[in-house]
């Protein structure tokens, strides 16, 4: 190899060394954001959980306005909200299309406020005091400055009984998956759209009297 070629090959190996050494960190930092971006989406459904059971808890002063307060913490002001009740047809458990079946496909429910009042309906409605929202088998994906997360939900909802120690008069679970699409505002991740789909809300205790049919 003559003197020439040797210096061509210095200069090819130490331009390759200098863009190696350029690239690393931002390729670092880009795994350290994705990954701090989709541990802050996943607290959204933690933080929904947590408005929804300040809902659910009938001792607070004001329930429904405690829940919204979270919410807004972890949901988008005008966020569009759609709930499958179990026996209601949907094309799939997650981001279930509304257009695959028309004539039934919930309505959305547009905005916190709304939401949150909905909830409070459901809770109140048959007279449950207390709910307890158990989210697992949560699933991040990002692009940009969007994304989507998944989770499984058990839920557990409890109208009291009356004597200290005994019995509740109705204990009745949910099962069912979420599925929302998220948005980064500034350095803030929000949940935009939702979907529940329920595949069981059933009684699994009730003494004969706080249970709905």
Not at 33 to 47: G, M, N, P, T
Request: aromatic share 8%; net charge neutral; with cysteine.
């Amino acid at each position: 190899m003559n003197m020439i070629s040797r210096l061509k090959n210095c200069v090819l190996m130490t331009a390759v060394v200098l863009l190696s050494s350029a690239l690393t960190p931002a390729v670092a930092i880009a795994s350290e954001e994705s990954a701090a971006d989709k541990e802050a989406i996943a607290e959204l459904i933690y933080c929904y959980a947590r408005g929804t059971d300040a809902i659910g808890d009938s001792t607070l002063a004001d329930p429904v306005g405690k829940g919204i307060n979270i919410y807004r913490q972890c949901i988008a002001e005008n966020a569009e909200v759609r709930v499958w009740f179990p026996q209601l047809p949907f094309d799939s458990q997650t981001f279930p299309n509304p257009n695959a079946y028309p004539d039934t496909a919930p309505q959305p429910i547009i905005g916190v406020v709304n939401y949150a009042n909905f909830v409070d309906a459901v809770d109140r409605g048959n007279g449950y005091k207390f709910t307890q929202h158990m989210m697992s088998n949560i699933s991040v994906s990002t692009h940009g400055r969007t994304g989507r997360v998944t989770s499984y939900l058990n839920a557990t909802l409890v109208v009291p009984g009356t004597v200290i120690g005994g019995p509740s008069k109705c204990v009745a679970v949910a099962n069912g998956t979420y599925s929302a699409e998220v948005q980064k505002f500034g350095d803030a991740w929000k949940i935009t759209k939702l979907n529940l789909t329920l595949i069981s809300f059933n009684p699994i205790f009730h003494t004969g009297a706080g249970c709905q049919s």
